[in-house]
């Protein structure tokens, strides 16, 4: 079985030939299984998401498709030695980038050490979105905790553009592109850190937030806008920042906790930062983003690009432009209260990291989720130019840190007196 990549599928497939950016779902989990039980888990999830099951292949005209494959998800075993050991491995994992011509286009590297793990999917943004990661994670623990999963065929899966309802069916395709690349396969590793709020502290801050007539993601926003003021941008400096938001809803999908790409960019704009209030930045965020109808940018932004993609020539020259429109100081992907249970059989997830992106067009990448009572905060930043690893890996942790300490003096004045209101670090 086959099908042509939509637009968003293609524009994802030919920027990461140019700008690598695989992202990772990471679970932190207690209680022992086998590498054996976790590769028969992923054999039989892998059916359940036909997009864990094809390459990527241009047609005679250059059009690209998926393509169904039979080939098992590539497992690792790494014998775990710290909480941080997978922040290390995963910055190799990202640095080294999924070939979009070898089937299937995502990886699973499981760090061990008797009943504390980690595990690490990686995935190929063009069949995937952060989203995608925590369904695919999710049936993959509830696999370990004995779910068996029926197989689902290829037509369950569809393009962002093609579950547009009363959208008309793509153009023909016409035109060649004439300089596909090989894949990149290696870049500098990518700054990854991470922290997870307690219990009290969270609550504070969704506490806080609604008080102050904004979102727990305008804050998050806000944090780490402010934190870069710190850092390498003048006060003067217009800044932006990158929302990814997810669009599922507006959708007609046969799998709606299916594997896919359904997400729609969204920018803000932010200026004079040095000098701006923590929380007039947290409702700027909120107030810009409120005002996207997210609905008609699908239809219209489908109007444009399915046309644009179907008949490209130049890939080099459309890299550079998306890489000039949506360059920016900060992405935020916050992907809320993720819904999903913590235990499964003998198996307890702990934490959850995600998205882990590999930055491109994007210096610094913060990635939000929420599970149980705990949010967690992961932070991926590219390595500074001309500075050494160890200045590098300073300034990401400085980073993170000045974000998180911006977050924690907002709510203050709610959480003073709570002497458990305090960061649990991982």
């Given amino acids: 079985m086959e099908r042509y990549l939509g637009a968003v599928e293609h524009s994802y497939w030919l920027y990461n030939q140019f ?25 039989q999830v892998q059916q359940r998401h ?16 998926f393509v169904e494959t039979d080939d098992e998800i590539p497992l690792r075993l790494v014998a775990r030695t710290d909480d941080r050991h997978w922040q290390a491995e995963l910055e190799v994992e990202l640095a080294h980038s999924l070939d ?11 760090l061990q050490s008797g009943a504390e793990s980690e595990l690490m999917i990686i995935c190929h943004h063009a069949i995937s979105d952060g989203l995608s990661g925590i369904y695919l994670m999710r049936n993959v623990l509830q696999g370990l905790g004995g779910k068996i999963f029926e197989r689902s065929e290829f037509s369950a899966t569809l393009s962002l553009e093609s579950a547009i309802p009363g959208i008309a069916p793509s153009p023909e395709a016409t035109v060649k592109p004439t300089d596909y690349v090989p894949t990149l396969s290696r870049r500098p590793r990518p700054h990854i850190r991470t922290v997870v709020l307690s219990p009290e502290l969270t609550q504070q801050l969704i ?7 904004t979102t727990v993601h305008g804050a998050i926003s806000a944090a780490f806008l402010l934190a870069l003021t710190q850092q390498d941008v003048k006060p003067s400096d217009v800044m932006r920042c990158l929302h990814p938001v997810n669009v599922r809803s507006q959708l007609s999908l046969p799998m709606p906790d299916g594997v896919g790409l359904y997400i729609y960019f969204c920018m803000t704009t932010h200026s004079r930062m040095a000098d ?4 007039d930045v947290a409702r700027s965020v909120k107030s810009q983003l409120s005002q996207i109808d997210i609905a008609q940018q699908l239809v219209e932004e489908r109007q444009l690009r399915q046309p644009a993609m179907a008949n490209l020539t130049d890939a080099t020259a459309f890299a550079e432009e998306v890489q000039s429109q949506y360059h920016c100081q900060l992405s935020v992907t916050n992907l809320g209260r ?14 959850l990291h995600a998205p882990v992106v590999m930055p491109s067009v994007v210096g610094r990448i913060v990635g939000v989720a929420t599970l149980g009572d705990r949010l967690a905060l992961t932070i991926s930043s590219t390595p500074l130019i001309d500075v050494d690893r160890a200045q590098s890996d300073w300034a990401a942790t400085a980073f993170l840190s000045a974000g998180v300490k911006r977050l924690e003096l907002a709510v203050q004045a709610i959480h003073r007196n709570n002497p458990k209101a305090s960061l649990l670090t991982l």
């Fill in 100 to 110: 979009w011509q070898v089937a299937p286009l995502l990886r699973v590297v499981l």
């Fill in 338 to 351: 993720i819904d999903m249970a913590q235990q499964y059989g003998n198996i307890r997830i702990e934490a």
């Fill in 50 to 65: 036909p997009l864990l099951r094809v390459r990527i292949a241009p047609d005679a005209i250059g059009q690209p498709k």
């Fill in 207 to 213: 506490q806080r937030s609604r008080a102050e007539h």
């Fill in 19 to 43: 700008y690598p950016m695989d992202f990772a779902t990471v679970a932190k989990l207690q209680g022992q299984f086998s590498f054996d039980q976790l590769s028969t888990v992923l054999r």
């Fill in 276 to 279: 701006s209030a923590f929380w």
